[in-house]
């Protein structure tokens, strides 16, 4: 099975400007958004870092990341020695962390002279970043804030660049919510938004309205086992791509496989899971906002309060 990592070895001979940018480098992107960079992120901020300079002082000094399978430094060398990428230069990166009120990261690229790819991270291995997932369905994630207040500070800082914002699970949403709650001036600057297998907006939150704005820049893609990105889904045209997992497992990125330069597309969502997602929605349903916040709080606090505040995903993946 070909992955993203097999399609930067395939297609890294080419430049953006040969081969225009796609939903795969979007893929690449929003990965690379899940590494810890906080080593660099003095230099990133004031100058900015290829990637080609920011792989190898990863792959030398030790990284860390925290995604649901291993990020390899087989994918950043690969990242590293391509035409494609090992240009890109690094900008704009922000990490928050609170073990007891939030998780938020983002990563700019700029691929271009004129173009960035905003990534925003998803949901990572801390128990607070899973407890902002179930925030949403009953109130505005303190993630969610930062993500509009980067938005506009990046766009702002580069008037003269074009952007394509997207993420990964909780990065999509924060992309979907970012983008819908700026004005228009700054949607202006948004060419494109990828909302890689992650939550739509919740209506009985956010007036689900501010999205006619930007509906028809948002790209969706989840696989064809789909339980995150279905859950609050109001987007209409959805891609759904052949992953090589079971069940949730095809969450990860790495499990969906590509032929070219795009995703493998099948024609729908896997029937089992189209049955979990209508279980999902009637519990939501029949639970109002204050019932599912009692539930959330008391779920993960609990967790937290024991002292557990990362989950044991990967093989290195403890985030500082």
């Known amino acids: 099975m070909a992955n993203i990592v097999d399609y930067v070895k395939w297609r890294g001979d ?4 040969i081969s225009p940018f796609n939903e795969l480098d979007n893929a690449v992107f929003s990965l690379f958004s899940y590494l ?5 992120q003095l230099e990133i901020n004031k100058n900015g870092i290829s990637l080609e300079d920011t792989c190898h002082y990863l792959i030398t000094h030790g990284y860390h990341y925290g995604y649901m399978s291993e ?7 690969a990242l590293s020695s391509s035409n494609r990428f090992k240009n890109v230069l690094i900008l704009d990166y922000a990490d928050l962390y609170h073990e007891k009120k939030y998780q938020f990261s983002s990563t700019g690229f700029l691929y271009n002279d004129n173009q960035m790819y905003l990534a925003f991270r998803g949901t990572d291995d801390s128990i607070i970043a899973w407890k902002e997932d179930f925030m949403m369905s009953f109130s505005v994630i303190p993630a969610q804030r930062f993500a509009l207040s980067f938005l506009k500070k990046v766009i702002a800082k580069h008037p003269n660049t074009n952007f394509i914002v997207g993420g990964h699970s909780k990065g999509g949403n924060l992309a979907i919510y970012s983008s819908a709650m700026c004005s228009e001036v700054f949607q202006n600057k948004i060419n494109t938004i990828y909302n890689n297998d992650g939550p739509d907006l919740c209506d009985e939150v956010i007036n689900t309205d501010v999205m006619k704005a930007i509906k028809d820049k948002i790209i969706k893609i989840v696989p064809d086992f789909c339980i995150v990105g279905m859950i ?3 987007t209409e045209n959805i891609k759904v791509v052949k992953a090589d997992n079971l069940a949730f497992l095809q969450h990860d990125i790495l499990n969906w496989k590509c032929i070219g330069t795009s995703f493998e597309a099948v024609s729908n969502v896997n029937k089992d899971a189209n049955k979990f997602n209508h279980l999902l929605d009637k519990i939501l349903e029949n639970t109002d906002l204050s019932k599912r916040q009692e539930y959330v709080n008391n779920f993960f606090d609990k967790i937290i309060d024991t002292g557990t505040t990362r989950l044991p995903w990967g093989n290195n993946n403890h985030m500082t």
């Open 232 to 234: 609050f889904n109001n």
């Open 36 to 40: 810890n960079l906080k080593d660099l």
């Open 71 to 77: 990020i390899t430094a087989d994918f950043l060398d």
């Open 14 to 17: 080419l430049s953006f400007n």
